[in-house]
């Protein structure tokens, strides 16, 4: 039996056309029977089972005999292939001072990964503050090698969950999350999460998925899988009895000798404050309702003071309640833990907040208003310069969160900072107090939506990795800052979110947000608007790219007129609802109607514009889609040329219109039969697409597709 190694050179000689009929025997004995049908990746080598007998790998193809071995190659590296890329994505490294808890692991262990036969969904509950993402983070990480079908890690407090496990599937396991189904019908945001479970990779083995932080269950138990039973789903939340289908594990306070163990971890094996005052200290710890995050807070505390007491660290605690004892708990109250712990971090974090210079204040209010996810430290700094504050203060007020357990670092991403939910909710209170609390949501959001003003329609993929982090921060502002968001603003609020996501082909995910655009818009600016004709411009564009032509016409023409009637018969935005208009009638084959509309575009662009602009170039562009949809081939050449130079002169060669316009230059070529002359255009538009956009972006497939089928059409003609 050839090993994994002995297979690729096969595939090696295959393609070098140096293989023999020995290899084809060899493979035949070695291999039994297959007819999977997929697209793969063997090696460095991307290799599609088309329907019948051919094999496509790489650029070339392959029939009969040889796409038979081929096919038994694909069913016997797969496996071996695939289980070396399963993904272990645990964000957190979790804290370094985990105690206690053993049993609650024991438990979470038993309920899922023993459950048999169907899918397995665990609930680990209690208030916060209490440990729950920490535990979740310690069972996945000593129970790694449980799950050989990877390890997923979703924050789901307020984040849309369909467009996290979407773009899991596309960046972590590089697949393609199709748009349509096999009949062309565009597939909704259900439809492409099932086909994310469904098509999980690798095809074998348990997989963990972790929903950190869960707050409604409604909002995210129609995304879960199904029916597959290789899936283990561990869920965090502060809501009792979520649902009664779900083995629940409810995290109680720790125990008295494991918030003391706790304690003395943080002050370190040489501080003997705790041992010299051991009654003191259980007082403490029961004063601070045996939750973790007190004991965190007020271990870091002593520890930014080494003289002081317990005794006097547990005085200075009940001063603290005194000074709130307007909004102090009854006798009942006291009797329910969660009331008394979370008044217990409660009192730790104001003893922590009078400890803290003013900067360092302002800088954890600031910090209220970001995601609860993480946050680059980057946007801060960002952030802050709007407000006319000293990077140097800045970088020190977070050096300061930090000690005293206000942020927590994500040692995964460097600079990157997350909070707790219950320390968000203490700073927003105090950001609630300030004078100054319009003027730090005016500087993040102005902040942010200069972010979403550089997102373009059609992102590269190294630009979707570096404000990808954003994300979260943005749709922050669209959901609950939107007040603070300026009328010139306000259209990219939802713009950059849609572009984002429409520029990844996840339509799906951008259709709120174009449609959401529309509804804010109009609500605040009225009907008569340029941003209403924008967004309704936007919305149709959506349409148009799903297939929608019904829906998307009436936008597109509504979009038009009003255009025409608020700027005028010669404006640039005029030409872009032209264009667009054309372009969803040359998408229904009504060349007669949009050909006039392209022209006059590219006339106003032209006028407006000046020869030389990329807008110009997609108008020549588009009126040469037109004409070679038409078999006007000698009208459309001289466009398709004159396009591409503009666009390598304007944009450069490692641009995603570049490649467009070398791919369509080629689809002429080809249609005329000039195989030759067609090819190397081709090729060198895939090359680009892989590079900057993905090798499964939507355009990419599109290139690799036009450019196996030329190969095919070579071989039919015997070229």
Same mark, same amino acid.
């Given at each position: 039996m050839?090993?994994?190694?002995d297979?690729?050179?096969?595939?090696?000689r295959?393609?070098?056309?140096?293989?023999?009929?020995?290899?084809?025997?060899?493979?035949?004995?070695?291999?039994?029977?297959?007819?999977?049908?997929g697209?793969?990746?063997?090696?460095?080598?991307n290799?599609?089972?088309?329907?019948?007998?051919?094999v496509?790998i790489?650029?070339?193809v *392959?029939?009969g005999?040889?796409?038979?071995?081929?096919?038994?190659?694909?069913?016997e590296?797969?496996p071996?292939?695939?289980?070396?890329?399963?993904?272990? *994505?645990?964000p957190?490294?979790?804290?370094r001072n985990?105690?206690g808890?053993?049993?609650?692991?024991?438990?979470?262990?038993?309920?899922?990964?023993?459950?048999?036969?169907?899918?397995?969904? @665990?609930a680990?509950?209690?208030?916060?503050?209490?440990?729950?993402? +920490?535990?979740?983070v310690?069972?996945?990480?000593?129970?790694?090698?449980?799950?050989?079908g990877?390890i997923?890690?979703?924050s789901?407090?307020?984040?849309?969950?369909?467009?996290?496990?979407i773009?899991?599937?596309?960046?972590?396991?590089?697949?393609?999350v199709?748009?349509?189904?096999a009949?062309?019908?565009?597939?909704?945001i259900?439809?492409?999460?099932?086909?994310?479970?469904q098509?999980?990779?690798?095809?074998?083995?348990l997989?963990?998925?972790?929903?950190?932080?869960?707050?409604?269950?409604k909002?995210?138990k129609?995304?879960?899988p199904?029916?597959?039973n290789r899936f283990?789903?561990?869920?965090t939340?502060?809501?009792?009895?979520?649902d009664i289908? *779900?083995? +629940?594990?409810?995290?109680d306070?720790?125990?008295?000798?494991?918030a003391?163990?706790?304690?003395? $971890?943080?002050?370190?094996?040489?501080?003997?404050?705790?041992?010299?005052?051991?009654?003191i200290?259980?007082?403490?710890?029961?004063?601070?309702?045996?939750?973790?995050?007190?004991?965190?807070?007020? $271990?870091?505390?002593?520890?930014?003071?080494?003289?002081?007491?317990?005794t006097e660290?547990?005085?200075?605690?009940?001063?603290?309640?005194?000074?709130?004892?307007?909004?102090?708990?009854?006798f009942?109250?006291?009797e329910?833990t969660e009331?008394?712990?979370k008044?217990?971090?409660?009192?730790?974090?104001?003893?922590?907040?009078e400890k803290?210079?003013?900067?360092t204040?302002?800088?954890?209010? =600031?910090?209220s208003?970001?995601?609860?996810?993480?946050?680059?430290w980057?946007?801060?700094?960002?952030?802050?310069?709007?407000?006319?504050w000293?990077?140097?203060?800045?970088?020190?007020a977070?050096?300061?969160?930090?000690?005293?357990?206000?942020?927590?670092?994500?040692?995964?991403?460097?600079?990157?900072?997350?909070i707790?939910?219950?320390?968000?909710?203490?700073?927003r209170?105090?950001?609630?107090? =300030?004078?100054?609390?319009?003027?730090?949501?005016?500087?993040?959001? @102005?902040?942010?939506?200069?972010i979403?003003?550089?997102?373009?329609?059609s992102?590269t993929?190294?630009?979707?990795?570096?404000?990808?982090?954003?994300?979260?921060?943005?749709?922050?502002v669209? +959901?609950?800052?939107?007040?603070?968001?300026?009328?010139?603003?306000?259209?990219?609020?939802?713009?950059? =979110?849609?572009?984002?996501?429409?520029?990844q082909?996840?339509?799906?995910?951008?259709?709120?947000w174009?449609?959401?655009?529309?509804?804010?818009?109009? =609500?605040?600016?009225?009907?008569?608007?340029?941003?209403?004709?924008q967004?309704?411009?936007?919305?149709?564009?959506?349409?148009?790219?799903?297939?929608?032509?019904?829906?998307?016409?009436?936008?597109?023409?509504?979009?038009?007129?009003?255009?025409?009637?608020?700027?005028?018969?010669n404006h640039?935005?005029?030409?872009?609802?032209?264009?667009?208009?054309?372009?969803?009638?040359r998408?229904?084959?009504r060349?007669?109607a949009?050909e006039?509309?392209?022209?006059?575009?590219?006339?106003?662009?032209?006028?407006?514009?000046g020869?030389?602009?990329?807008?110009?170039a997609?108008s020549?562009?588009?009126?040469?889609?037109? *004409?070679?949809?038409q078999?006007?081939?000698?009208?459309?050449?001289?466009?398709?040329?004159q396009?591409?130079?503009?666009y390598?002169q304007?944009l450069?060669?490692?641009?995603?219109?570049?490649?467009?316009?070398l791919?369509?230059?080629?689809?002429?070529?080809?249609?005329?039969?000039r195989?030759?002359?067609?090819?190397?255009?081709?090729?060198?538009?895939?090359?680009?697409?892989?590079?900057?956009?993905?090798?499964?972006?939507?355009?990419?497939?599109?290139c690799?597709?036009n450019?196996?089928?030329?190969?095919?059409?070579?071989?039919?003609?015997?070229?």
């Amino acid at each position: 039996m050839p090993d994994s190694d002995d297979l690729l050179a096969m595939i090696e000689r295959i393609l070098s056309h140096q293989h023999t009929e020995a290899d084809l025997v060899l493979l035949r004995q070695a291999i039994s029977a297959s007819s999977s049908q997929g697209t793969l990746q063997i090696g460095k080598y991307n290799v599609n089972i088309g329907e019948g007998k051919d094999v496509h790998i790489g650029d070339k193809v *392959y029939h009969g005999a040889d796409a038979e071995a081929i096919r038994e190659i694909i069913k016997e590296i797969l496996p071996s292939q695939k289980a070396a890329t399963a993904v272990k *994505y645990i964000p957190y490294t979790g804290v370094r001072n985990f105690v206690g808890r053993s049993d609650e692991l024991v438990k979470i262990h038993e309920k899922l990964y023993q459950q048999q036969n169907t899918v397995a969904i @665990s609930a680990v509950s209690g208030m916060g503050g209490i440990g729950k993402t +920490e535990l979740a983070v310690k069972y996945a990480r000593e129970h790694e090698n449980y799950y050989p079908g990877g390890i997923c890690w979703f924050s789901v407090r307020d984040r849309n969950l369909a467009a996290e496990i979407i773009q899991f599937t596309q960046l972590y396991l590089n697949l393609e999350v199709p748009q349509k189904d096999a009949r062309e019908n565009p597939l909704d945001i259900h439809q492409q999460v099932a086909w994310c479970w469904q098509n999980w990779q690798p095809p074998e083995g348990l997989v963990l998925v972790v929903l950190d932080d869960v707050t409604d269950l409604k909002d995210i138990k129609e995304f879960l899988p199904k029916t597959n039973n290789r899936f283990r789903i561990l869920i965090t939340t502060r809501q009792r009895r979520l649902d009664i289908n *779900y083995a +629940e594990i409810s995290l109680d306070v720790l125990s008295p000798e494991e918030a003391l163990s706790l304690l003395k $971890g943080i002050l370190g094996e040489n501080d003997r404050r705790v041992d010299r005052e051991i009654e003191i200290a259980n007082s403490l710890c029961k004063w601070l309702g045996y939750l973790p995050l007190g004991l965190e807070l007020i $271990g870091r505390y002593l520890v930014e003071d080494p003289d002081l007491s317990i005794t006097e660290m547990l005085q200075a605690l009940r001063e603290e309640r005194l000074k709130n004892e307007a909004i102090s708990p009854s006798f009942e109250d006291l009797e329910n833990t969660e009331i008394t712990a979370k008044l217990g971090v409660r009192d730790a974090f104001n003893l922590t907040w009078e400890k803290l210079d003013p900067k360092t204040k302002r800088v954890g209010e =600031l910090l209220s208003l970001f995601s609860p996810d993480e946050i680059a430290w980057e946007y801060v700094e960002s952030v802050s310069k709007s407000l006319s504050w000293e990077k140097k203060e800045v970088n020190e007020a977070k050096k300061q969160l930090y000690k005293r357990h206000l942020i927590e670092r994500l040692e995964s991403v460097e600079a990157n900072y997350k909070i707790h939910p219950l320390i968000r909710e203490f700073l927003r209170d105090k950001l609630g107090e =300030l004078e100054e609390v319009n003027e730090f949501k005016q500087a993040f959001t @102005s902040t942010f939506m200069e972010i979403a003003q550089t997102i373009p329609q059609s992102p590269t993929l190294e630009f979707i990795d570096s404000v990808k982090t954003a994300i979260p921060h943005l749709t922050e502002v669209a +959901e609950n800052l939107l007040d603070a968001v300026s009328d010139e603003n306000l259209i990219w609020a939802f713009t950059g =979110l849609a572009w984002y996501y429409n520029g990844q082909g996840l339509y799906a995910l951008a259709a709120p947000w174009y449609q959401g655009c529309v509804s804010a818009v109009r =609500l605040r600016l009225g009907e008569n608007h340029p941003h209403v004709a924008q967004s309704l411009n936007n919305l149709a564009y959506l349409y148009s790219s799903q297939g929608r032509c019904e829906a998307a016409e009436p936008l597109y023409i509504q979009a038009l007129e009003l255009y025409k009637q608020l700027l005028g018969e010669n404006h640039p935005d005029v030409a872009t609802s032209l264009n667009n208009l054309a372009g969803l009638y040359r998408s229904q084959g009504r060349y007669e109607a949009a050909e006039p509309l392209y022209i006059q575009a590219l006339e106003l662009r032209k006028q407006l514009l000046g020869e030389n602009h990329p807008d110009v170039a997609q108008s020549l562009n588009n009126l040469a889609l037109l *004409y070679n949809s038409q078999g006007r081939y000698e009208a459309a050449e001289p466009l398709y040329i004159q396009a591409l130079e503009l666009y390598k002169q304007l944009l450069g060669e490692n641009h995603p219109s570049y490649a467009t316009s070398l791919n369509n230059l080629a689809l002429l070529y080809c249609s005329q039969g000039r195989y030759e002359a067609a090819e190397p255009l081709y090729i060198q538009a895939l090359e680009i697409a892989e590079r900057v956009l993905d090798v499964n972006h939507p355009n990419t497939l599109t290139c690799r597709g036009n450019l196996e089928y030329l190969r095919t059409q070579q071989r039919e003609s015997g070229g």
